[in-house]
């Protein structure tokens, strides 16, 4: 744990959450609606040659309409993605669950991931930081002027690509890399943590203390770190319902 963590302990509410839930159901099975008739369209309007696909209420891969898609769909080489590059393909389907979730705060997007200054290939960029993350199983060094750590991500925010690194096992010093949600820090700063509380603003080195928070909290719980995650998304939107119905509320499951 970072040293200005030391005695910064999981609240007994997240511990008596997270040891209710198994991890397949509750977090591999985490399924929200996404409209794939918005988002396919706007991927071609976009020039990309990407179709992403959900599953019907009996289970079948379809790719228009509005269907599911879950969690552990968000994976390479997923039947839910037809893509010449395959990383791309799941960056977007990442994107659609993302802004698709009602419990997290994201945006319905198509992300601009083109460099308008590239020379040939206006994709080359971001290609190369997904295949590196891919590949390697880390983030790529950034340029020497990258004051944030992160490479340079044309249009990819920290959550977007956070929930990306989930996706192909990207590790942090040892620790897999977490979804980060403004709504699940913004729980942490509530509790008393003290750190920048704009998810935008992260740094790497920053991104990297919130690893190590979730990772020693949920050897603390006997968890693992994505329920602490979804305790703390959950518990945002809890507080939420307290304060506009006036009655104390626990968080509910995805």
Known sequence: MHLLDDGFAPPEACV???????????????????????WNHHLREQGHEIVLHGRDLDGRVVDRGIAVVQRND??????????????????????????????????RRVPDVFNPYAEQDPLAKIKTVLDRCVKDKRIPEPSRDAWSGWPDMPGVGVPLMALFMWAVGVRRGGIRAQAIDQHGVSTLIHEGWLEEPSVSGFTLRRYDRYLELLG????QVGTE????????????????????????????LF
């Open 216 to 219: 020693d909290w949920a050897t």
């Open 74 to 107: 968000l994976q390479l080489d997923s039947e839910l993605v037809v893509a010449e590059h395959d990383a791309l393909g799941l960056l977007f389907l990442c994107a659609a669950w993302r802004s698709a979730h009602a419990s997290r705060r994201a945006t």
């Open 16 to 38: 008596q959450w997270c040891r209710a839930r198994a991890y397949p159901l509750h977090v591999l099975d985490d399924s929200p609606r996404l409209d794939l008739d918005w």
């Open 225 to 252: 770190p994505e329920l602490i995650e979804m305790w703390l998304v959950q518990r945002w939107n809890a507080r939420v319902h307290e304060a506009r119905s006036g009655a104390r509320a626990e968080p509910t």
